[in-house]
């Protein structure tokens, strides 16, 4: 059984996306809700940790409040994979991997929705090196041991990347699963609070990696973040004015 945990803090975004697919599920499961419109957690993985803890299915899945499933029996399926995939250590609908130029993902976003990534029609459960924070699945064994980093990731960014990388590091692995979803959000907020956790990510995994995969980006570690990041503004920014 999954345990959903869901940090919000827009109650009508909530209702007519998450919890309206949640509605049409084909099984049980339990809904964690935190409550963040008070800004009462500082960050992603302090409001997610506090969620977690009360978790008792065999899989947490932390997930947006703005995500859809697009199956009445997605969280069947999800379970079938995550059970199929004996070396599991977190999983998720979006994700990097190595000479692969784009995400690995079925999901659409934005308004008109689209597909994310011409990588789209994923067959099969996929390694990956790090996912993307829409939504994550990781099993309840594994969080006991390992909940997310909120010293280095003490904003809204990056605690699934953090978490893939630190769990490849103890010997599990990252994979993407083929499962279809809706994002409302188009996702892109490289903030100030991004580049600060992003550098502290560079510092805590250079040693594993010389790169880290974002959906984002990729983010070298032999080369200033200075640098890199009015590199990729100036890349994205070009790349807009070609497609338009």
């Known amino acids: 059984m999954f345990s959903i945990i869901c940090v919000y803090n827009d109650r009508e975004i909530l209702d007519n996306y998450l919890i309206k697919s949640l509605d049409n599920q084909n ?3 339990e809904l964690i809700l935190v409550d963040n419109s008070d800004s009462k957690f500082k960050s992603a993985a302090e409001a997610l ?31 079938k994979h995550s059970n199929s995939l004996k070396n599991l250590g977190i ?17 659409k976003d934005g308004i008109p929705p689209r597909d994310v990534s011409p990588n789209h029609g ?8 790090t996912l993307d924070e829409c939504l994550i699945i990781i099993p309840k064994e594994i969080f006991s041991k390992i909940n997310f ?32 979803a809706y994002h409302r959000s188009r996702g892109y907020s490289l903030s100030k609070g991004y580049y600060e ?26 080369y200033p973040l200075i640098v890199q990041k009015y590199y ?13």
């Open 27 to 29: 099984t049980n499961y």
């Open 49 to 79: 940790n506090y969620g977690g803890q009360k978790a008792t299915g065999d899989y947490l899945m932390f997930v947006h409040q703005d995500i859809e499933l697009l199956s009445e029996n997605w969280l069947i399926d999800a379970e």
């Open 91 to 107: 999983a998720g609908i979006a994700g990097r991997a190595y000479n692969k130029g784009w995400s690995i993902t079925n999901i």
């Open 122 to 129: 994923l067959k099969y459960p996929t390694k990956v090196q």
């Open 149 to 180: 980093d909120e010293e280095n990731c003490d904003s809204w960014h990056l605690y699934a990347v953090d978490y893939s990388l630190s769990i490849k590091k103890i010997g599990y692995d990252v994979y993407v699963l083929p499962l279809p």
């Open 197 to 222: 956790t992003l550098k502290k990510l560079l510092s805590k995994h250079g040693q594993d990696t010389s790169v880290i995969l974002t959906t984002m980006g990729d983010w070298s570690i032999n």
């Open 232 to 244: 990729f503004l100036f890349k994205n920014k070009i790349w807009t004015l070609l497609k338009n």
